[in-house]
Every structure is written in structure tokens, then in C-alpha cells.
T-cell receptor
């Protein structure tokens, strides 16, 4: 069955700290991978996506993610977080349908 | 270009009542889906559709029905509301017919409370 696992449910960081959010998936075929962000009171917005090619993808607002096929992972990174990055982050994968992880709530302290 | 339009934004139902959440997209997307979002559980897939006339169950389909008579519309029906269905519901659409391998666009969400 298709599934997504996010490692941390809550992360608290100070401004300028580096961020890495873990994501692992399970699916037997070719996948497409996404990270979405949900700011308080808003709907989901796409941060970045991987379909094929370079496994290191860059998204908006300085975020990047690396697809490691052998580890079934797609971890999200940002070198220096800002207070405005406070949000919930969702990893998602498409096999035959779009499935989301449980989300990671990031709080950045100013 | 409206994108994905979801109505209503808020709804309170009594246990046992039925209602329909509306979802429409104007991007000629073939793939549409409904999710519920609950704290600590992320977005769980309720039902999805790969095109007009085709629907399938997701992770949590019980208590919900869908239909897809047109490409644009994908309503979600709660047959007999229960307090366990209190949640925030999101509709999403994306371009691909056979697989949702393009970006998904989301509606603004419906906050449903069942009392």
C-alpha cells in the first residue's frame, strides 16, 4: 500500500537555525514527490516537487529537498529559517493517488 | 481564473443530518480528490476521481459518497453526519488523468462541526 511517514510532528527552532524535516514513503512503482506548506488559517501551498532528473530540487522561499531512491526518502531542508517559516509542512507522494504524511508543525522563535 | 472553489467555508450539522460539500475547478483537471485534515493525522484521502464517471475510495471512505458527473464538479456527500466527521475538508485537483503527477491545487477548505 502507498504510505508516507514524517519523522517529527513538532519542531521548534530559533531564527537562523538550519532545518531538516524527514520524509519516507512506501510504494512499489515510480513516484512523484512533493512538499506542501500550510500557514495558519490557510490552505496548502506547494513548496517544491520532484518528478525526475536531478534528485536535489529547489523550491520557493529557499527550501530544497533531496530524493534518495535507495532510502525511499525525500527530506526537506533550509539552511536558515525565519520566523515567517512557522507553519505545518506536509510531505506527499503520488503513485496511483496523492497521499500525504501526518505533517510536521514548525515553530520558529524570533 | 478561480482555480478550485469549495463551499461552504463553515458548517455546523446535527448528528444524523446529511449535507453536500461542493467542489468545482475551472482548470480542466481530470484528477480530483477529497481529504479530511485532523490534528496529528495530516490529510487523509477520502475519495478520488481520475475523470468524469470514475471514482474510487481512499483511506477513510466510510460515511461519505462522491460522484463525478462532469469534469468540473466533484461533490462530497455526508449521508448521516456523526461527531467523528468533525474535521476540516479539502478538495484538490490536478491535471493528469491516469496519475496525479502534477501539482495539486487546493480549495480553501470547509470547517465542519457535527454536534
Amino acid at each position: 500500500a502507498q504510505s508516507v511517514s514524517q519523522h517529527n510532528h513538532h519542531v521548534i527552532l530559533s531564527e537562523a537555525a538550519s532545518l531538516e524535516l524527514g520524509c519516507n514513503y512506501s510504494y512499489g512503482g515510480t513516484v512523484n514527490l512533493f512538499w506542501y506548506v500550510q500557514y495558519p488559517g490557510q490552505h496548502l501551498q506547494l513548496l517544491l516537487k520532484y518528478f525526475s532528473g536531478d534528485p536535489l530540487v529547489k523550491g520557493i522561499k529557499g527550501f530544497e529537498a533531496e530524493f534518495i531512491k535507495s532510502k525511499f526518502s525525500f527530506n526537506l531542508r533550509k539552511p536558515s529559517v525565519q520566523w515567517s517559516d512557522t507553519a505545518e509542512y506536509f510531505c506527499a507522494v503520488t503513485g496511483d493517488k496523492l497521499v500525504f504524511g501526518a505533517g510536521t508543525i514548525l515553530r520558529v522563535k524570533s | 481564473n478561480a482555480g478550485v472553489t469549495q463551499t461552504p467555508k463553515f458548517q455546523v450539522l446535527k448528528t444524523g443530518q446529511s449535507m453536500t460539500l461542493q467542489c468545482a475547478q475551472d482548470m480542466n483537471h481530470e484528477y480530483m480528490s477529497w481529504y479530511r485534515q485532523d490534528p496529528g493525522m495530516g490529510l487523509r484521502l477520502i475519495h478520488y476521481s481520475v475523470g468524469a464517471g470514475i471514482t474510487d475510495q481512499g483511506e477513510v471512505p466510510n460515511g461519505y459518497n462522491v460522484s463525478r458527473s462532469t469534469t468540473e464538479d466533484f461533490p462530497l456527500r455526508l449521508l448521516s453526519a456523526a461527531p467523528s466527521q468533525t474535521s476540516v475538508y479539502f478538495c484538490a485537483s490536478s491535471l493528469s488523468r491516469s496519475r496525479p503527477n502534477t501539482e495539486a491545487f487546493f480549495g480553501q477548505g470547509t470547517r465542519l462541526t457535527v454536534v
